[in-house]
T-cell receptor, first 109, second 114 residues
Framework: SQQGEEDPQALSIQEGENATMNCSYKTSINNLQWYRQNSGRGLVHLILIRSNEREKHSGRLRVTLDTSKKSSSLLITASRAADTASYFCATQGAQKLVFGQGTRLTINP | DADVTQTPRNRITKTGKRIMLECSQTKGHDRMYWYRQDPGLGLRLIYYSFDVKDINKGEISDGYSVSRQAQAKFSLSLESAIPNQTALYFC?????????????FGPGTRLLVL
């Protein structure tokens, strides 16, 4: 069964707006990662946040982690057409990554 | 990621046929993984290998087998393909001594079982 559950399943916004995606999980984790997948292609790692971190930034990406609520969010600021993709959270336990079902993000021009 | 390659990229086969999907990596990573992705779903782990002599079942290993021929090569076999194995298959690698097991994915193999 999937560890991470993402919300919303699909998100459509205008170029230039911010996009926020959420991820909830069930068990304790070592870290949480976010990946992007362009249509039909391999996943690309975006950012990793450790269990003892609360916020992390990378360019236009901001990730937060609340271990008490077992949830994380990914914020993409000033969205661009090229950000159109599916975004997956993945939780790292003892050995393996477990992926959520993803959020399909569409950026409209 | 060009450092992880998968062959073939697309494959059509018939029910009952045996097929092999191959994965090669030049990243020098010890850990390799096979996942399948179904439309609208995330990735599910089929098998993983932490080194050449280590093979572990994942979440959905039934109907699949793997072979780790070398550090750089990890093959996935469907002994007798069935239509519900139609999916997108990904190979991935990681180096736990580096960045906390970030995974690097191949481009995927799209498999259709008729």
């Amino acid at each position: 069964s999937q560890q991470g559950e993402e919300d919303p399943q699909a998100l459509s916004i205008q170029e230039g707006e911010n996009a926020t995606m959420n991820c909830s999980y069930k068990t304790s984790i070592n870290n949480l990662q976010w990946y992007r997948q362009n249509s039909g292609r391999g996943l690309v790692h975006l950012i990793l946040i450790r269990s003892n971190e609360r916020e992390k930034h990378s360019g236009r990406l901001r990730v937060t982690l609340d271990t008490s609520k077992k949830s994380s969010s990914l914020l993409i600021t000033a969205s661009r057409a090229a950000d159109t993709a599916s975004y997956f959270c993945a939780t790292q336990g003892a050995q393996k990554l477990v992926f959520g079902q993803g959020t399909r993000l569409t950026i409209n021009p | 990621d060009a450092d992880v390659t998968q062959t073939p990229r697309n494959r059509i086969t018939k029910t009952g046929k045996r097929i092999m999907l191959e994965c090669s990596q030049t990243k020098g990573h010890d850990r390799m993984y096979w996942y399948r992705q179904d439309p609208g779903l995330g990735l599910r782990l089929i098998y993983y290998s932490f080194d050449v002599k280590d093979i572990n079942k994942g979440e959905i290993s039934d109907g699949y087998s793997v072979s780790r021929q070398a550090q750089a090569k990890f093959s996935l076999s469907l002994e007798s393909a069935i239509p519900n194995q139609t999916a997108l298959y990904f190979c991935a690698t990681s180096d736990p001594s580096a960045n906390l097991a970030t995974q690097y994915f191949g481009p995927g193999t799209r498999l259709l079982v008729l």
